[in-house]
């Protein structure tokens, strides 16, 4: 009975879905496919997907959305910088593992990412009463202290995938294991769906980049400086 009443919700959400959404997702999509595969047209495909989930969002007026998106972009725009930068001996950053304060420095970020986004809608829709009361989760808990979390916790990965760190991975499957319930919650059964499928990707890619850095280590070479090592995949896929 629960799995009919999921479909028949599932099939409602993709009937009310507008093009510019289902383009969005189709971009959005690519764009962890090409993270999993190393590849830079994640940046780009990812922008798409960003540009137009913020035109979706002016007409109903979803302010806080919007700057979270634009976020999406700025650091999207960021990673295709770097991506495209090249370390010494002219040689394009590898894939590599946080060092230890690197790891603590990610985790501080998602606080400070977190606090920054709860400001942010505070300001913008503080007298919306309907928005700021609306929208409990399990147990009493606002789903706007779990949205902002979970973007906390992809701005962050982001950043990782940026500088190529291996545990961007874990950032953004931590925030899909959150997010697949939540919109789910809101009756959100498409875009659960669509986090569920980033879930198996963001496993993939996590299990992929460890085999390139694994293959790193063997190269002749290895012993340099982790910024001095040519990674397997070293040449920029057009």
């Not at 593992?97 to 942010?120: C, D, K, T, Y």
């Amino acid at each position: 009975m629960l799995l009919t009443s999921f479909f028949e919700t599932f099939m409602e959400n993709v009937q009310n879905t507008s093009l510019l959404e289902i383009i969005a997702v189709i971009f959005g999509l690519l764009s962890v496919w090409y993270a999993k595969k190393a590849n830079i047209l994640v940046y780009p495909t990812g922008i798409v997907s960003v540009i137009i989930y913020v035109y979706i969002l002016i007409e109903p007026q979803l302010y806080a959305d919007m700057g979270i998106n634009f976020f999406y972009f700025l650091m999207s725009v960021y990673g295709w910088y770097k991506w495209t930068r090249k370390g010494p001996n002219n040689k394009v950053i590898p894939i590599r593992w946080n060092s230890v304060r690197q790891q603590w420095l990610g985790v501080m970020a998602v606080f400070v990412f977190f606090f920054l986004i709860l400001g942010l809608i505070y300001l913008f829709k503080r007298h919306d009463y309907d928005y700021m009361a609306s929208d409990v989760y399990i147990e009493g808990l606002k789903l706007l202290y779990v949205d902002s979390f979970t973007t906390a916790i992809f701005l962050v990965g982001m950043l990782f995938m940026a500088l190529k760190r291996i545990e961007n991975w874990i950032y953004w499957i931590i925030g899909d294991v959150i997010s697949v319930p939540l919109y789910f919650e809101k009756n959100m059964v498409f875009t659960s769906f669509q986090y569920f499928v980033f879930l198996g990707i963001a496993i993939a890619g996590l299990m992929a980049w460890i085999k390139i850095y694994k293959q790193s280590q063997e190269q002749p070479g290895a012993d340099k400086q982790p910024d001095e090592r040519m990674p397997v995949e070293h040449i920029i896929e057009k």
